[in-house]
């Protein structure tokens, strides 16, 4: 049995909405969803340093056990849409990557299952006029990890605690579109174990930029 809950309270018509969210279920981590979210990923994920063969596991299911949220939503005049959220999830098995020790300690991708519990809050706008849209958002997350798989060989990297981002395009009479792009996040750890010495990895924060242009030529043909 898993919740099912949604509560929802108009608290102004067509302004803003209180919600609270209880839900839950299983996950089914396929192969193509786990190429979807690393186009690196392959059986080798699998491969097991300590025992030295494929003795984790490839795919796992993820059971949800609960994710609860709390948060606000609607918009102002219709141009100025806001959504704030907060809430608690807790996941047994879930899908997290990672990296382990090879032959000769070479360090290699890896997939790591693991029980999460998480504390997260995040918010998101938008703002649309007749020639300029703004897309944001930003989310914080406080997760807490437990050992699943028999290994420990690895650790999966942990969520980012904190990430973003911010889109602008302006539009000349829906013909010419120019728009920038901003996203990051802050750095993450993870843990392996070289001679059977346990070592801290990270991947850093990063700050993507982006620029992009399109030109419509007519309803059914654009360059961008």
Same mark, same amino acid.
């Given at each position: 049995?898993?919740?099912?809950?949604? /509560?929802?309270?108009?608290?102004?018509?067509?302004?803003?909405?209180?919600?609270?969210?209880?839900?839950?279920? %299983?996950?089914?981590?396929?192969?193509?969803?786990?190429?979807?979210?690393?186009?690196?990923?392959?059986?080798?994920?699998?491969? @097991?340093?300590?025992?030295?063969?494929?003795?984790?596991?490839?795919?796992?299911?993820?059971?949800?056990?609960?994710?609860?949220?709390? !948060?606000?939503?609607?918009?102002?005049?219709?141009?100025?849409?806001?959504?704030?959220?907060?809430?608690?999830?807790?996941?047994?098995?879930?899908?997290?990557?990672?990296?382990?020790?090879?032959?000769?300690?070479?360090?290699?991708?890896?997939?790591?299952? !693991?029980?999460?519990?998480?504390?997260?809050?995040?918010?998101?706008?938008?703002?649309?006029?007749? @020639?300029?849209?703004?897309?944001?958002?930003?989310?914080?997350?406080?997760?807490?990890?437990?050992?699943?798989?028999?290994?420990?060989?690895?650790?999966?990297?942990?969520?980012?605690?904190?990430?973003?981002?911010?889109?602008?395009?302006?539009?000349?009479?829906?013909?010419?579109? %120019?728009?920038? !792009?901003?996203?990051?996040?802050?750095?993450?750890? !993870?843990?392996?174990?070289?001679?059977?010495?346990?070592?801290?990895?990270?991947?850093?924060?990063? /700050?993507?930029?982006?620029?992009?242009?399109?030109? /419509? /030529?007519?309803?059914?043909?654009?360059?961008?």
């Amino acid at each position: 049995m898993y919740p099912d809950v949604n /509560v929802n309270f108009e608290a102004v018509k067509d302004r803003l909405n209180i919600f609270f969210k209880a839900a839950g279920g %299983a996950d089914i981590n396929s192969y193509s969803d786990m190429i979807g979210r690393d186009h690196w990923f392959n059986p080798l994920y699998s491969f @097991s340093a300590r025992n030295g063969d494929f003795t984790s596991p490839l795919l796992e299911n993820t059971i949800r056990r609960a994710d609860i949220c709390l !948060g606000i939503n609607g918009n102002i005049r219709h141009r100025f849409s806001y959504d704030v959220r907060a809430g608690y999830e807790n996941l047994d098995g879930a899908a997290l990557t990672s990296v382990c020790a090879g032959p000769g300690n070479m360090l290699m991708p890896c997939i790591w299952y !693991g029980d999460v519990q998480m504390l997260y809050a995040s918010m998101g706008f938008g703002l649309k006029t007749r @020639s300029v849209s703004v897309d944001g958002s930003l989310a914080w997350r406080y997760p807490s990890y437990q050992k699943k798989i028999s290994d420990e060989d690895r650790q999966g990297f942990s969520q980012s605690p904190l990430s973003g981002s911010l889109k602008a395009v302006y539009n000349w009479r829906h013909r010419i579109f %120019a728009g920038v !792009g901003l996203e990051g996040a802050l750095g993450k750890n !993870g843990k392996t174990f070289l001679d059977g010495n346990p070592e801290i990895v990270r991947i850093p924060g990063y /700050v993507d930029l982006g620029l992009d242009f399109r030109y /419509v /030529v007519s309803k059914k043909f654009s360059v961008w």
